[in-house]
């Protein structure tokens, strides 16, 4: 069993991760923004001042504050300002449409939102924004006041809320505390290993708030993160050059982008020696394509979720030389903070009284259930959201055991394998159809982009997308002949992608395009 201690209920602020790393490396640039740069002692003393401002505008500890600000040096000026006054910073998506706002405010309950004049128009328009009793924008008019202390905060104050859910459904709102960043921080301070002298370019919002608690330097990458298909690779790489970036972590359709450039250019970053990706399945065959790009840096894949962050990692040396496809994706060993079990699939509530229940209930190795993780680093709560928590939590005592959603089995060495959402598999009268399977099949064929099963009238249905020109009548074949279930071939455009990562399919929206 892994210990938690998230109950252990001491004065802490995990802003102050950052204000020791500003007296350390107080002349060390803390982030670049395309011509933009600060310094740690600089943002500290931002940070101090923003504090000081929401203060006066009337923001209090505990309030929920709604942040609407692209990754920039604004929103972490501003994130840092919010933990510091013991304040509760509410992040949305820069993705996220006018009506997923508005369920994510009516979730959240908010006394006030930040941001830029677009967001204060959209509220003229959005009946859960005019409650909103506190509305500010990006910049802030020094305080009045000579000297700010906020109230102390503990461990069990919650310092940040965001939103799990893909783009459809009911939003689940993350109760991330003081001390649960604390610990996702040395989890993932842990697996990444970031060095003061590293200049990262962190593609994902968290990151950079840990190496901000580090004192490294972060480069923010120079696209609009609300349409990841119009990035201009040639510029990020350019970034990476100027600023010597020697760390990169980012989506796989980040990394894919990238590593394509290099390779059509002949070009390389030569100062990059780390690459860590996470957030959708990356397959043997991209896992080549980022070993070609990058063969003088370490490439890891990282598996996890936002309630649980990592579960389990793989270099790309490894997974390409899987040979096990047919059965499930090898996201490799599990973290030595994570725990997993492999349970029976079930959409009930899971109740175990004991760890030895739970290990009573667990599966063998090699067979297929629901992956099940527990560690300090697991987030156990929602925001206002019992069903969520009864339908995805496992309480024994006082360890949190996160259902993940995602089917898979441990193998016989201890690595962990996927086969799909567990929503997603195919029950037939022959057995169960893991998609995820056929979908790490379809990426060994040439000319193939992306491809997946759908049920729809009883009928096994694949939905593929294809490179340009790509003879369909080659792939045809392949398909029906890996499992004689397939009764239709479906060759579609572009393939609906999640808005978050633009990596995973978008299964919902793919069926209504069959439709």
Not at 123 to 140: D, Y
Not at 172 to 178: D, P
Request: hydrophobic share 40%; proline share 5%.
């Amino acid at each position: 069993m892994i210990a938690t201690s998230a109950n252990i209920n001491l004065d802490f602020n995990i802003a102050n991760l950052f204000f020791q790393a500003a007296k350390r490396n107080p002349t060390t640039i803390a982030i670049i923004e395309k011509e933009q740069e600060i310094t740690f002692e600089d943002l500290a003393q931002e940070v101090k001042a923003t504090a000081a401002y929401f203060h006066e505008k009337g923001i209090r500890k505990g309030d929920r504050v709604l942040i609407f600000v692209p990754m920039s040096i604004d929103l972490y000026r501003m994130v840092l300002a919010l933990f510091y006054l013991g304040a509760t910073a509410v992040f949305l998506d820069e993705w996220v449409s006018r009506k997923r706002l508005d369920l994510c405010c009516e979730i959240a309950q908010c006394k006030a939102f930040i941001g830029g004049w677009k967001v204060r128009f959209l509220a003229l328009f959005s009946k859960s924004l005019r409650k909103v009793p506190i509305r500010l924008g990006l910049n802030h008019i020094p305080s009045k006041q000579e000297s700010f202390n906020p109230l102390p905060t503990k461990k069990s104050d919650t310092a940040l809320i965001t939103f799990t859910t893909g783009s459809t459904g009911t939003p689940k709102a993350a109760k991330r505390t003081h001390g649960f960043l604390y610990e996702q921080f040395k989890a993932l301070e842990d697996k990444i290993d970031p060095q003061e002298t590293d200049v990262d370019m962190p593609i994902l919002p968290i990151v950079l708030l840990i190496n901000l608690g580090v004192g490294c330097t972060s480069v923010i990458a120079d696209f609009n993160a609300r349409k990841p298909e119009q990035m201009n690779s040639t510029r990020i790489i350019q970034q990476m050059k100027t600023h010597r970036v020697n760390r990169l972590v980012a989506s796989p359709f980040v990394v894919k982008q990238l590593a394509q450039s290099l390779l059509q250019t002949n070009d390389q970053v030569y100062t990059l020696e780390k690459v860590f990706t996470g957030g959708a399945p990356v397959f043997p065959k991209e896992a080549r394509l980022y070993a070609q790009a990058f063969p003088n840096t370490k490439v890891e894949i990282v598996y996890g979720s936002t309630e649980a962050e990592p579960i389990s990692a793989i270099e790309v040396e490894n997974l390409i030389q899987e040979k096990t496809s047919a059965k499930g994706l090898n996201v490799g060993i599990p973290y030595h903070k994570t725990a997993v079990r492999i349970l029976p699939i079930s959409d009930e509530p899971i109740q175990c009284e004991t760890e030895d229940d739970l290990l009573e209930m667990s599966l063998p190795k090699g067979t297929i259930g629901e992956i099940v993780v527990s560690g300090a680093h697991v987030l156990r709560e929602y925001i206002n959201n019992e069903k969520a928590l009864k339908r995805n939590k496992i309480f024994i005592e006082d360890t949190c055991w996160h259902r993940t959603g995602d089917s898979g089995f441990i193998d016989e060495n201890g690595q962990l394998f996927l086969t799909g959402r567990c929503s997603s598999l195919i029950k037939t009268n022959t057995g169960i159809i893991a998609p995820f399977v056929v979908e790490n099949y379809l990426q060994t064929l040439e000319g193939v982009v992306m491809g997946t099963l759908i049920q729809k009238n009883n009928e096994i249905i694949a939905v593929v997308e294809l490179e340009n020109g790509t003879n369909e009548s080659s792939i045809s074949d392949p398909i029906k002949a890996f499992d004689k279930r397939i009764s239709q071939i479906h060759f579609i455009e572009k393939m609906p992608r999640d808005p978050r990562h633009n990596s995973k399919i978008d299964y919902e929206r793919l069926k209504e395009i069959i439709s």
